[in-house]
């Protein structure tokens, strides 16, 4: 029986843990290589049990160090000889064997005290290249099998002893081979680090009381976990988005639906309907990464370690309330042998829908619409003496508009957690220079209380011929704004010569091996964050603060938070802002209105810009239902589970018939949002708004909630009374 250890040693011994994991995540990228490794620090390290829990994690990136138990559980499948001796190092990265993908190659030691084995130490690093069809990344292929080298339990060092046969197989099947090699060695080295440690720390305390520790450390983490789980309505919370191809079948959208099931201090995130699996590596292995994002994404909204009261260790116990559902033969679980080599992507727009669909009910939590993709980049060449270079780089994105602040600026959001690479070693080692590397000012971020969070340009010219894979998304399905922000701005991605810049290739958000000529410019846009909250709350001086940073022109202070610059004298007309805005609540009011400006008196027309382009009124508004797989938003709030959804009437008009109506009137091509919803006492309103044929429609709809009555499905029928009655003004009033 386990004995219960005093809350000072456990302290101690979840101390030493901590830093163990720390001291392998350091060693392995201070002894690397390759950039990714050495200056992104794609990699995770960790300590784990018998039973592959996590005791233990590198503060890293958050996808490998929550699947190395997926990568364990594989290991134990396939493991070479069927069992561990000392001396042994496992070399690991099948995706239908638990791995996240199969450049993250994991290398596993067990851990063995006085001759019992009593867990392992493990890492996970990104390889620059394992021998694929197409330098760095790939996209475009046709099963797993061309992912390049697969190890599934190979034992690298059998009792000490390396296999000189399969280090050398390693060395001569990669076009990066010396690095690939290099930065194996610091992983070997990092993972002995932790089986050393790990052994050092049962000498100290003892055996069993380590073990007894890390059970109720674990134990804690869950139980911290199960109660803020609880405190969510029970209920089903919706939200659905769409890719934009598969690398392969262009405009072919693959639409995402994600279903969050909370019951009690329990939660699952089902993601049946989402896009079925895709003939190219765009598919997500379902135990090593689309488990872990889901993993991700309520670890860090309820267990963030910022915002959250108490600290909690990061290990097993934040995964067991969490069960995710994936059907097989769909995207987010692939059926043997689909390639699923390029799956960042997806993982981040799970977590954004996440968020998108736990809003109604953690509105002081979640955040709006982040750029939520991944920019990664392959470039890759030849050198004269016929050995290739590798170069792989993660840009950052931005997120959307949180609580209390605006989204952070070109930053790599979400699950991905990598740092960028320095221009200057760039330029340095490989054939390659940054032309531009900035905050995009072709576009404005989604406005709002806190405004969305502004993309990065950057512009990589090749000095060579060369090849480029770029795996990215989001060109198409615009990060959302909430509780009346706006939405955010899609990424583009262009290529041109510097010999002619004028003529400019615009590329899809991703594409495989394509050829590239010495002095080619590849520039990456990335999208913009939406808005979190009104416009017209945020303060003038804010406004007039990203005006003078070059963040907001003046026109679009005007158009999107109504307030005056005059960008000469650095200053805000405060009466002229003040009248604007009061006149544009009025407007707002109204059963309806049209997107055109609002009228600008003389004296608010003399400030306005001349020298740079604002955007469009147009582009202000949402248009989330612009394709047929990504239909408008009718079902953001909750429901009891196994509930049918309440039919609402209004004139005699039930909910199924209002949108068929407005299916009928304007395709696919309008929308409907929560822009906010409150409790008085017992009373319960939520409004609701309806974009279709430039017009925006608000209605309120309230009601009293019963004693006992679930939260969840009355959200739901006052968010369809809303939703109707958005419906009814808007027909009525010839839009």
Known sequence: MAQAIDPITLQVINGALQTIAEEMGHVLYRMSFSSIIRESQDLGAGLFDTQFDTLCESESTPLHIGSLPGYLAGIQETLQDGEWHEGDLVIHNH???????????????????????????????????????????????????????????????????????????????????RQLQDDLDAQIASARLGAKRFAELMDRYGRQMVLDATQQLMDYTERVLRQRIAAIPDGEYRAEGFLDDDGKNRDVRLPIKVCVRVKGDDIEIDLTGSSKQVETAFNVPFEGS???????????????????????????????????????????????????????????????????????????????????????????????????????????????????????????????????????????????????????????????????????????????DAFITHENERHHDVPWGIFGGSPGQVGKVDIYNVGRPNDVRHMPAKFSGMRVAAGDVHVFYGPCGGGFGEPLERPATKVLDDVLDGFCTVEHARLAYGVIVDAAAETVDEAATRALRERMCETRSKPATTSEPPQIKA???????????????????????????????????????????????????????????????????????????????????VVGQLHANGSAVRETAAARQAPGRPLGALLERLANDSLCKCAETLMRNGH
């Open 290 to 464: 689309t488990k872990v994002a889901c993993f991700c994404a309520i670890r860090s909204l309820l267990l963030d370690a910022v915002t959250s009261d108490v600290k909690v260790p990061s290990n097993q116990g934040s995964f067991r309330p969490v069960k995710v559902t994936a059907p097989k033969g769909s995207i987010y679980n692939p059926t043997f042998p689909a390639a699923a080599e390029a799956r960042f992507t997806q993982c981040n727009r799970v977590i954004d829908l996440i968020y998108k669909a736990l809003a109604p009910v953690l509105p002081n939590d979640i955040i709006a619409g982040s750029s939520a993709s991944l920019s990664f980049c392959s470039y890759a060449g030849v050198r004269p003496s016929g050995d290739y270079w590798v170069f792989l780089e993660v840009n950052e994105g931005s997120y959307g508009g949180r609580p209390r602040a605006d989204g952070p600026d070109s930053i790599d959001n979400l699950m991905a957690n990598t740092r960028n690479n320095p221009i200057e070693d760039l330029a340095m080692h490989l054939p390659m220079i940054c032309d531009r590397y900035e905050l995009r000012d072709d576009v404005m971020p989604g406005a709002g209380r806190f405004r969305g969070g502004i993309g990065v340009v950057k512009a990589q010219r090749v000095l060579t």
């Open 603 to 685: 004296s608010e027309r003399a400030a306005q810009p001349t020298s740079r382009q604002a955007p469009t009124p147009s582009r202000l508004m949402s248009r989330s239902g612009t394709s047929p797989l990504s239909p408008p938003r009718i079902r953001p709030i909750a429901s009891p589970p196994h509930a049918p959804p309440p039919v609402t009437r209004r004139n005699g008009r039930s909910l199924p018939e209002v949108i068929r109506g407005l299916r009928e009137a304007y395709g696919d091509s309008w929308s409907f949002e929560i822009v906010r919803h409150s409790a008085h006492d017992d009373v319960i309103e």
């Open 95 to 177: 995706p239908y064997h638990g791995s996240s993908h199969s450049p993250d190659i994991a290398v596993v030691v067990p851990v063995f005290h006085e001759g019992v084995l009593v867990g392992y130490s493990a890492n996970t690093a990104h390889h620059l290249d394992i021998g694929a069809a197409t330098p760095g990344l790939i996209i475009d292929i046709p099963d797993v099998f061309a992912e390049g080298m697969l190890f599934a339990g190979t034992k690298l060092y059998e009792r000490g002893k390396r296999n000189e046969a399969i280090w050398n197989f390693i060395g001569r099947n990669s076009r990066a081979a």
